[in-house]
């Protein structure tokens, strides 16, 4: 096969060259096109443009194929923890047990947030969407840790990581916390890190918690199918604000609102939102398939299709499993599960969601899962990004290490052409 495409364009020839991935996958470079043609390329929504190399996560969406450094998404579910997952994806290797030891014993070290960030908690209301105030003490942590981290070196990268790594549970919880006017509760190094995430979510003051394992372990499987998914729209945000040297906290605050949209990471609550809605509206799953098939209307079928997955979201596989056992396991009955059910059985066969390949995708079933456990449906978000948190370090640190330039699109201006400014009282 050729290395090179041809560009016919006003007479002249381009010659394009065209790169090629670990996994075979082939790319045009089209950095040169602009200064020999005076062309841009134009992709809304990026469909066909890549931004970046990266060694970090695969994805194949028409296999229906996930891997994080090489490592499929299935043995990494039954066989890693999220622990192990974060450090795989910032370090780029699976760590050895000292190293394991030594990074849960740095990310405790952080595990804690100045008590001066509870003023900016309290300021808001508890009506506040969870999402508005994770990304608002997110971005508040940068004005608490000013150190600016020096790219260059590996050490101050790590520090940064398990800084944030550290914090970011305690900032989720809060968030839950507040919705619930229970008051900020703290870490507990006893713990691994899903259980002292757990407890700073649902400890009472002067409570034992007691902690079911059953529950710890599908959180945990939560969180690693979460952990990345190379460039989708808040890791690409993360990048884009991280491309300009804003520091790791400004960007990560970036790709938290991003991800709060529900076409993105709130599609969680949205799913199960829409489950409730077709529960009080008698259940009847074919009048909501109509709807989201029907072209005037704008709704769309929440937790299915995927911008690229073509074919089962190897996530969404490994989650329907798990979801099925914990709601056995905690004998929860649910009526919305049945009505989950009767919308995947009915989507799956009708024509317009198979010919457009639109399967369900991971938060079709994460929200059920999160319901299950008690968790109220605007923090199904933060839940997913406690999860991704690793993944958007782990693109962020190699954005900086490959030092790639300040992200910049072009546009095609279709506005109006060249006119002169009319004072207002000629208008
Ligand atoms: N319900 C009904 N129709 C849909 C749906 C849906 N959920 N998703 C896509 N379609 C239709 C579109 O209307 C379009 O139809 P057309 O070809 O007749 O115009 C066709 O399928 C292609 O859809 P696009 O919007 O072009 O696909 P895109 O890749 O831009 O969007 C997205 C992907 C945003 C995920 C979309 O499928 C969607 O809105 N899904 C619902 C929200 C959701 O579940 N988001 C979570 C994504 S996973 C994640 O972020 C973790």
Not at 184 to 189: G, H, I, R, T
Not at 300 to 322: C, E, Q, S, T, W
């Amino acid at each position: 096969m050729s290395d090179k495409v041809i560009l016919k364009y006003d007479g002249k020839e381009l010659e394009l060259a065209v790169s090629t991935g670990s996994m075979d996958e082939k790319a045009i470079d089209v950095s040169s096109l602009r200064g020999a043609t005076g062309l841009i390329t134009m992709d809304p929504g990026y469909k066909n443009t890549g931004a970046c190399e990266s060694k970090i996560t695969f994805l194949d969406g028409e296999e229906g194929k996930l891997s994080y450094r090489g490592y499929p998404i299935e043995q990494l579910a039954e066989k890693s923890s999220f622990v192990e997952v974060m450090y795989l994806l910032i370090k780029g290797h699976l760590p050895t047990q000292p190293e394991l030891d030594k990074f849960v014993a740095d990310i405790n070290e952080h595990n804690y947030v100045s008590e001066d960030l509870i003023k900016i908690l309290d300021a808001f209301p508890s009506s506040a969407h969870p999402m508005g105030v994770l990304a608002s003490l997110t971005s508040a942590l940068s004005a608490f840790n000013p150190k600016c981290v020096n790219v260059n070196s590996e050490e101050d990268l790590y520090r940064a990581a398990v800084t944030l790594l550290g914090k970011f549970p305690v900032l989720a919880s809060w968030c839950q916390r507040k919705t619930k006017g229970l008051p900020v509760n703290y870490s507990n190094d006893q713990l691994g890190y899903v259980e002292n995430f757990y407890q700073l979510l649902f400890k009472k003051p002067g409570q034992e918690l007691a902690m079911n394992p059953v529950v710890v372990d599908a959180l945990d499987k939560l969180f690693i199918l979460h952990a990345d998914h190379e460039q989708n729209c808040s890791t690409s945000t993360v990048r884009l604000v991280g491309s300009s040297h804003a520091g790791l906290f400004a960007s990560i605050s970036s790709g938290i609102s991003a991800l709060w949209g529900p076409l993105h990471g709130g599609a969680n609550q949205a799913v199960i939102e829409m489950l409730e809605a077709i529960k009080n509206d008698g259940g009847d799953v074919q009048k909501w398939i109509d709807k989201a098939k029907d072209k005037n209307d704008p709704f769309r079928l929440m937790g299915f299709g995927h911008r690229v997955y073509k074919n089962f979201d190897p996530r969404a596989r490994i989650i329907k499993v798990a979801c099925d056992n914990i709601l056995e396991q905690l004998g929860i009955d649910d009526p919305i599960l049945e009505i989950a059910k009767g919308l995947e059985k009915a989507a799956l066969e009708d024509e317009y969601f198979v010919e457009r390949k639109l399967y369900p995708n991971v938060d079709f079933y994460s929200g059920i899962i999160y319901k299950a456990l008690d968790i109220p449906t605007e923090m199904f978000t933060v839940m997913f990004a406690v999860g991704r948190l690793p993944g958007w370090i782990a693109q962020w640190k190699e954005m900086r290490e490959t030092n790639q330039p300040i992200g910049r699109p072009r546009q095609l201006y279709t506005g109006e052409p060249d006119r002169d400014y009319v004072p207002v009282e000629n208008r």
